[in-house]
């Protein structure tokens, strides 16, 4: 599948095609033809163009009439259209071609670097466009993963807290204002020594990357077990600009550990070791 922007030449003279066609080639375009206005509309529905370029006189449908349709519909209003005409006979024609919609115009015959040089302009219109889609697709899913069931936080490379979600308020109890602009210690407890966080960042700046099992405190005092993901953003140098923390809250899953866990070796009636584990300590 071609990646290339694509233009729609329309033109009921072969020859004037023709002579577009080898105007542009070499251009980094996919090149479309339409014979006539109808296939225009046609075609403009069916694929994404980044610029028109459209003969005014042709019969049946003559290109005031297939512009004005472009711009009726939502699908195709913001293509760009140049008129490709003769001539403009009076100022009326001109006026009724821009009412119509037009972009911009050039008069027959045409000049290769006058057509080179617009056509230039609105396809670097177009990649420019397409470039802020992307980021703002972009930014839509980053912002529905950001507000997951997980908790979650952004910082800088200091470890200074710029943004967290709703899920982070929830499991540590901390508002954002209370967050924004303070240190990640923040969140810690006194579970895990400074060596077990030294061994932490190292593997996050050697790798981008850490996952494991926590303790982290929350703002009334009580310490939980938590599930932490630390992923490291490089900005265009290669140097780590950001982190982003997900977490989860492992309480109730640490404690059904447990209660297996007493299940198998503590008698549930008395509390006591099991008695065959002692039978078989003992043996």
């Known amino acids: ?54 003969d005014v006189q042709m019969p049946e449908m003559d290109g005031f009439e297939v512009c004005e349709q472009l711009r009726a519909d939502t699908r195709t209003a913001d293509i760009p259209v140049i008129f490709l005409t003769a001539a403009y006979k009076e100022l009326g024609d001109k006026v009724r071609g821009y009412v119509a919609g037009a972009t911009d115009y050039l008069a027959k015959p045409i000049e290769d670097h006058i057509l080179k040089a617009k056509v230039q302009v609105f396809l670097r219109l177009f990649n420019q466009q397409r470039m802020l889609q992307k980021s703002n697709e972009s930014l839509r899913v980053a912002a529905t993963v950001f507000e997951s069931q997980e908790g979650m936080l952004i910082s800088d490379s200091n470890n200074i807290i710029m943004r967290v979600n709703s899920a982070f308020t929830r499991i540590t109890g901390y508002q954002q204002d209370e967050v924004i602009g303070k240190n990640t210690r923040i969140l810690k407890s006194n579970r895990q020594d400074a060596a077990f966080y030294e061994r932490l960042w190292s593997e996050v700046n050697r790798n981008q990357y850490w996952q494991g099992e926590v303790w982290n405190r929350r703002k009334n005092g009580e310490e939980y077990p938590c599930w932490l993901t630390i992923s490291a953003v490089m900005d265009a140098n290669g140097v780590i600009s950001n982190y982003v923390g997900a977490f989860s809250d492992i309480t109730s899953h640490k404690q059904a550990e447990e209660k297996i866990h007493n299940l198998a070796f503590y008698d549930s009636l008395t ?13």
């Open 271 to 283: 509390g006591l070791p099991n008695r065959r584990l002692l039978l078989d300590r003992i043996n």
């Open 1 to 54: 599948m071609s990646i290339n922007p694509k233009i729609l030449i329309v033109d009921d003279n072969p020859a004037n095609r023709f002579a577009v066609r080898t105007i542009l080639k070499g251009s980094d375009v996919e090149l479309h033809e339409a014979g006539n206005g109808f296939d225009a509309l046609s075609m403009s529905m069916e694929e994404e163009y980044a610029l028109i370029l459209l």
